[in-house]
């Protein structure tokens, strides 16, 4: 499933070249992410288990400046479940339309927080990330 | 006592008007509050009894736009303790000289992580308190 | 006229203490006075006037921690016009109910962007302040 | 020629799960290309003939989170210069180990300003790109 989350481009999001500084599209993509989970079934049992999502990459490419008043929109699904990690997918783009700002491969794995390591996907957990694998 | 902690503005810091951001003042200012608190004496003594600081009111004063490569000083010092809140003064300038950027007054409560309740000055929190204090 | 801006707290709006961290209220404030402006009347003369507004203090008073998750409103509206700067209130509130996050007084002022320098409200200018100012 | 920036971590670094946030990473990497550039010979000839650096991708692994207190450097050096973009590489350890956090490729081009549009690296700036590599 993919999600839409709208952000509107403010001046604290502005940097000293005028357009969107690079780290604010981290949270601009992090924002997407939480977003994306709150529309997963059993999001909750991922919570309950004491286990975390940790990113360990993210390859982002700045396409296109975004500017002060522009709405962009941040599409985020999930493509891939490995063995232990998975693959989402970000793109923002200049709402309503095609054009690229910057899209982004983000991998995380889940960490059993306690034990302060990452965890094979398997059983109840591997379930859970196989439905929130996009539907074409 | 009055601490100086060095900033140097980045790219990163300015925002649609070509100066730094308010919110940032906000960090540079905390910035500066862990800097003078590393420089106190016994501060140990007040996280280790699980204690902590949580500041209630920030008055702040915006003089002057902070530009790119501009080297700031932010001065902190402890200038009065109460009953159950203390006031520590800020002055963010130009480095090496009296131009005022930014001025804050920041009003703390020491509060028991726990009870999630601000405690009264008293004993050795109190003792402490007034260690912080300036000398003239 | 008292514009409301929902925000929903998120993994990095958080610090240290588990709360919404300081410098992060600064920019709900923003992101709310961005949102108020953009359904004020003739916003686009003052942008087009070479003329832009510069906050010149903020006072802030921290009430309540706000968490993960949590829902907020931010309520923003004009309450005074002086004769070179105006007064903006600004609260943040959990949504739906009366329970204060912050509140904030917001003093700024109207700047000739060319000559850096504050403007006196009159003519048209001041008229367009006086729309501004909240209707009981 | 590598440069090295300190960053101790602060209260407002830290985000929900208690570690520096994702996006902070960036500014710190960015916080350290600028210092890269200061230490560069030549800085000025670049930013006077209106030409700009943009980052056009960052491709950065999260090693091992990075906590409150701890005192970080980023080790910055460009190794490649292509025929319209060069690579700076950046590591986040912490301070006197080899205790990696996180590493990241940093791919730039450089814009004129004024066309929006990317410069081939030749004459002066191929030269100027070429001495800012690393020289083992």
Redesign the interface.
């Known amino acids: 499933m993919q999600t839409r989350t709208p952000i ?1 481009v ?3 999001h ?5 357009h969107v ?4 599209y ?2 601009f993509l ?2 997407a992410r ?1 977003h994306f989970l709150e529309q997963q079934v059993e999001i909750d049992y991922l919570m309950k288990s004491g286990l ?1 999502m ?9 396409r296109r400046g975004a500017f ?1 008043g522009e709405e962009l929109e941040v599409l985020t699904e999930m493509v891939k479940v490995g063995n232990k990690s998975a693959l989402i997918q970000q793109k923002i783009v200049l709402k309503g339309t095609d054009t690229l700002i910057a899209d982004a491969d983000v991998t995380f794995v889940v960490t059993d927080q306690k034990a302060q390591k990452s965890v094979v996907f398997e059983g109840k957990l591997l379930e859970l990330m196989q439905q929130w694998l996009k539907k074409d």
């Open positions: 509107k403010r001046g604290y502005i940097d000293l070249y005028g500084n690079n780290a604010r981290l949270e992090e924002e939480w975390g940790a990113v360990v990459n993210i390859n982002i490419n700045f002060m």
